[in-house]
C-alpha cells in the first residue's frame, strides 16, 4: 500500500481506496453503497461545518454587542455605526446559515427516509 495524488483533487490518498475519500473520484470499482456511503459522510462534514459556522456568527454578534456596549460608556452615550453594522451583518450571516442548514438536514432527512440502509451507512449519518 502506498499513498498517491488524487488525480482529481491532488490530495494523497490510499492506493487501495476506490474512491477519493476528499472529492469523491472513482478510481477503481466502486459499489452503489459505497457511492451513498461517501454522499453521506460528506453530507455529515457539511452539517457539522455549518454548525461551527453559526457559532462563529454567533460569537461575531457577541462581540458587536461588546463593542457597541464600549462605545457607547455601558449604554449612556451614542455609540457610532460601527457595531451597529457588525451586528446586522453577523444577524443576516446566521440566517443564511441557519438556512443552509435547514437544507442539509432535510437531505439527511431525506436520506434516512430510503428504506434500505445499511448499518454502514445508518453510522454515518
Known sequence: MSIISCPECNKQISSRAALCSYCGFQL????????????????????YRLNMVSYLVITVFIAGFGWYWWDSRGFSQLSSIGPFVLMGLAAIAYLVV????????????????????????????
Request: charged share 45%; aromatic share 4%; net charge positive.
Open 28 to 47: 477503481g470499482d466502486v459499489t452503489e453503497q459505497d457511492l451513498e456511503i461517501f454522499r453521506a459522510r460528506k453530507l455529515r462534514d457539511r452539517i
Open 98 to 125: 441557519r438556512a443552509l442548514l435547514f437544507r442539509a438536514r432535510q437531505q439527511r432527512k431525506a436520506m434516512r427516509a430510503k428504506r434500505q440502509l445499511s448499518n454502514e451507512l445508518r453510522k454515518n449519518l
